[in-house]
């Protein structure tokens, strides 16, 4: 995802395929994984802010990479 797409990521298949996630999903990924992204007043198309999904993506890799093998983590010797 290139943090230069713009202000704003429109449009559920474009918001999942920024974050490697099925489109069809992107219901369960806002409500139950808090994927940054939301629609006015409930409906139509959805939205996200590149930096937030950037931020999400890092999160969960946090959450399901071991220490060992994050980017940011500190070599094991």
Same mark, same amino acid.
């Given at each position: ?13 474009? $918001? ?9 999903? $992107? ?31 890092? $999160? ?18």
């Amino acid at each position: 995802m290139e943090m230069n797409a713009g202000i704003c990521v429109k449009g559920a298949r474009a $918001i999942c395929e920024a974050v490697g996630e099925n489109p069809k999903q $992107i219901v369960r990924l806002v409500n139950e994984l808090g994927l940054p992204a939301w629609r006015r007043a409930g409906s139509g198309s959805w939205r996200a802010l590149p930096e937030d999904l950037k931020r999400w993506v890092v $999160i969960q890799r946090n959450r399901h990479l071991p220490d060992s093998l994050r980017g940011d983590a500190p070599l094991q010797p």
